[in-house]
């Protein structure tokens, strides 16, 4: 069993939707990222969390470190949010990033 | 302008011939990175280094060496590459001498091992 999963895998959603992607994580983390994968390849950072909640604009990133859990959300989704994001976790007491697989979203006009 | 580079962006090769992917960062990070992507498993990290001359292995340090002789460059070595090497690698950065801060990507580096 992978440390980190999320779901859905995939997902595919018309503009306008509220969007929520998953991350449960299997050990004690010290932080957790999100990060996004354009379809051209290149990987930007959205959001490090080690307790409650973050916002950027709009997205918003949780989580429950007791629940080993975190939850990414977009708010009124547009196409240009189309990527893959990718939740990765920083185990307790080491320095190292653990990935999960990642979630393709894809938003229609 | 803030980066990370990575040089060469994409590389055809064939078994056994040694090869360096260059990375570098203008932002003055202590912690750097290389990992790995592959269809179907995601990202998985090599090697990362919290400072000069400190380095640790990631997740899938077999087949590769790094060094880090200085702040800003941390070069990803492949001695004697193989197919099963043939992936997208990414090097990253940040902040602090840890995980625990945001991560700097490069653009991505396309290796093909023949």
């Known amino acids: 069993k992978n440390e980190v999963e999320q779901s859905p895998q995939n997902l595919t959603a018309q503009e306008g939707e509220f969007i929520t992607i998953n991350c449960s994580y299997s050990v004690g983390i010290s932080a957790l990222h999100w990060l996004q994968q354009h379809p051209g390849g290149g990987i930007v950072s959205l959001f490090m969390?080690?307790?409650g909640k973050k916002k950027h604009g709009r997205l918003i990133a949780t989580i429950n470190i007791q629940e080993k859990h975190s939850s990414l959300h977009i708010t009124a989704s547009h196409p240009r949010d189309s990527a893959v994001y990718i939740c990765a976790v920083v185990r307790g007491g080491a320095d190292g990033l653990t990935f999960g697989k990642g979630t393709h979203l894809i938003i229609q006009p | 302008e803030a980066q990370v580079t990575q040089n060469p962006r994409y590389l055809i090769t064939v078994t056994g011939k040694k090869l360096t992917v260059t990375c570098s960062q203008n932002?003055?990070?202590?912690?750097m990175s290389w990992y790995r992507q592959d269809p179907g498993l995601g990202l998985r990290q090599i090697y990362y280094s919290m400072n000069v001359e400190v380095t640790d292995k990631g997740d899938v340090p077999e087949g590769y060496k790094v060094s880090r002789k200085e702040k800003r460059n941390f070069p990803l070595i492949l001695e004697s590459p193989s197919p099963n090497q043939t992936s997208l690698y990414f090097c990253a950065s940040s902040y602090g001498t840890s995980g625990i801060s945001e991560q700097f990507f490069g653009p991505g580096t396309r290796l093909t091992v023949l």
């Open positions: 932002m003055n990070h202590e912690y």
């Open positions: 969390l080690s307790s």
